[in-house]
T-cell receptor
Framework: LAKTTQPISMDSYEGQEVNITCSHN???????ITWYQQFPSQGPRFIIQ???TKVTNEVASLFIPADRKSSTLSLPRVSLSDTAVYYC???????????FGKGTMLLVSP | EPEVTQTPSHQVTQMGQEVILRCVPI?????FYWYRQILGQKVEFLVS????????KSEIFDDQFSVERPDGSNFTLKIRSTKLEDSAMYFC????????????FGPGTRLTVT
């Protein structure tokens, strides 16, 4: 299982773009990068998944460089409601379990 | 949008008592999971369930734990004799199993063992 490293916390202000980087130096060929979001006292929520280059959905963008040893979750124009913990997970997509790290606590201030 | 639901939202029980946590996964989902999160700690996997049997379980999921899908809609986690250290948020999750692999989590049950 590829080990991931993320900042423990980040601070931002409303309306700013936030980029959270995750390092995964020993990512395997078949691994994908997946991000989940967790609000306090709620279950994690899937945000985005990618394999290489760039993936964008209505919530976020995921940038993955060619060597795939890191990835960056980009949240455009954050609001107070984006305050949450963001988890980067690396593995083969499928039906096996998710292994969560400690994640990045994002605090968005007015 | 369909959601995973869990009941109760909060359960208080005394040490040594049995508890049953209930989940209703999204209809037509095929893979089911229980996770737990002790306050301030990581989300930890407990067990996965597919085709009416356990497909994977963690070291946490010992003989005190069991899961059941009794009627095709509910998915339950039973703790036979609760310990203080079982106090945590318990999350149920499910996957469609139709090629999509993102897990859909419920809102959780907060279990407090006194």
């Amino acid at each position: 299982l590829a080990k991931t490293t993320q900042p423990i916390s980040m601070d931002s202000y409303e309306g700013q773009e936030v980029n959270i980087t995750c390092s995964h130096n020993n990512i395997a060929t078949n691994d994908y990068i997946t991000w989940y979001q967790q609000f306090p006292s709620q279950g994690p929520r899937f945000i985005i998944q990618g394999y290489k280059t760039k993936v964008t959905n209505e919530v976020a963008s995921l940038f993955i460089p060619a060597d795939r040893k890191s990835s960056t979750l980009s949240l455009p124009r954050v609001s107070l409601s984006d305050t949450a913990v963001y988890y980067c997970l690396v593995g083969v997509p499928g039906y096996s379990t998710l292994t969560f790290g400690k994640g990045t606590m994002l605090l968005v201030s007015p | 949008e369909p959601e995973v639901t869990q009941t109760p939202s909060h359960q208080v029980t005394q040490m040594g008592q049995e508890v049953i946590l209930r989940c209703v996964p999204i209809s037509n989902h095929l893979y089911f999971y229980w996770y737990r999160q002790i306050l301030g700690q990581k989300v930890e996997f407990l067990v996965s369930f597919y085709n009416n049997e356990i497909s994977e379980k963690s070291e946490i999921f010992d003989d005190q734990f069991s899961v059941e899908r009794p009627d095709g809609s509910n998915f339950t986690l039973k703790i036979r004799s609760t310990k203080l250290e079982d106090s945590a948020m318990y999350f149920c999750a499910s996957i469609p199993g139709t090629g999509r692999t993102e897990q859909y989590f419920g809102p959780g049950t907060r279990l407090t063992v006194t």
